[in-house]
């Protein structure tokens, strides 16, 4: 691989204490086109995540010391924009939840075909921007074309007290500080942006939001519409934005005038 090709690669972190599962997807990646580091632990993880932040990581759930959960917690509170990806044993329905409201952006169960979670490896990274080449070219770009005006008009959608930038892909609180939100979050606020007032129900979201990143049960998407209430309603108990409608599923309502 040229250095320009390094340059352009997808970065991925493989943290698994499973030393041949670790080789076989570091080579496997590789001969894709991906750039890949190995942990086989948290601890090594969280030092080569303060080294270079990865475009997308891949956590195991079950591993001895820190398990994947705690570190996607981290993660989460400290790099909202990388990918993740959770692995978990076949069958553990709570591991997977928890993953889900800690915010992880896909899992799959162990054990896996390379090939799936290759095809959903590269379709997270086209939601989350994570393709190098369009990094390169906003990174490449002056200062001044890089900046978003934030008060152009179309850009933003108001949340109840909070805006979600299209353009950016980030969501602004009322006091104009930045709340960050996963790519699946920002996929599931921009699709109801694009919806007002219409209620969708569960196959529309899953079918437009998030691709095949969701999972089959309509669990996955409460849950992060519960995260998402979390973030911008006043009372996420009362929710008076993104409201439920009954035995079909939920309903964008923006503020009046």
Not at 85 to 90: I, N, S, W
Not at 169 to 178: K, P, S, T, V
Request: charged residues 25%; contains cysteine.
């Amino acid at each position: 691989m040229s250095s320009n090709e390094a340059d352009s690669a997808p970065r991925l972190l493989v943290v698994d204490d499973e030393s041949e599962l670790r080789s076989l997807l570091a080579e496997y990646f590789g001969r894709h086109g991906f750039e890949v580091r190995t942990a086989p632990d948290a601890a090594v993880a969280r030092r080569l995540f303060a080294e270079s932040l990865p475009d997308l990581a891949i956590l195991d759930v079950n591993m001895p010391g820190e398990n994947g959960l705690s570190l996607a917690r981290w993660l989460r509170d400290t790099h909202p924009r990388v990918g993740l990806v959770m692995l978990t044993t076949a069958g553990e329905a709570v591991d997977r939840i928890v993953g889900l409201e800690l915010g992880a952006d896909d899992y799959l169960p162990k054990p896996f075909e390379t090939r799936e979670l290759l095809a959903r490896v590269r379709a997270l990274l086209r939601r989350i921007g994570g393709v190098a080449e369009a990094a390169a070219a906003s990174a490449a770009a002056p200062p001044a074309a890089a900046v978003v005006p934030v008060a152009a008009p179309g850009q933003r959608i108001a949340f109840g007290a909070c805006a979600l930038d299209l353009d950016e892909r980030r969501l602004f609180g009322a006091d104009g500080a930045e709340i960050p939100i996963t790519a699946a979050e920002f996929d599931l606020l921009a699709l109801f942006a694009r919806h007002p007032n219409r209620p969708l129900n569960r196959d529309q979201i899953m079918e437009q939001a998030h691709n095949r990143g969701w999972d089959v049960f309509d669990r996955s998407i409460d849950l992060r519409v519960m995260r998402l209430r979390r973030k911008i309603e006043r009372n996420p108990d009362k929710p008076e934005v993104l409201k439920t409608v009954r035995n079909v599923g939920y309903v964008f309502v923006p503020a009046a005038g």
